[in-house]
């Protein structure tokens, strides 16, 4: 991850890429209670320990789904 939001749509693409599966969407409008924007704040983690960590979105979807697919056996 990272400390940079990412647009939903993005998300999902990185998902379909990963599976191989394309998502089924219906684009609603904004409930109440959801969240329009996201992340997490590291700059803690950065001058505490001087880390930074950085997985690409579609790196970390990919080793995510490799994980469950071998955690499930599917």
């Not at 001058?47 to 789904?65: A, H, S």
Request: proline share 7%; hydrophobic share 35%.
């Amino acid at each position: 991850g990272n400390h940079e939001p990412v647009a939903l749509n993005d998300f999902i693409k990185a998902i379909e890429n990963a599976t191989g599966k394309k998502a089924t969407k219906e684009m609603l409008p904004i409930q109440p209670g959801d969240v329009q924007k996201t992340f997490a704040d590291i700059k803690e983690l950065e001058q505490d320990f001087n880390f930074k960590p950085y997985t690409p979105l579609q790196k970390g979807i990919e080793k995510f789904v490799t994980w469950y697919k071998n955690y499930y056996k599917i």
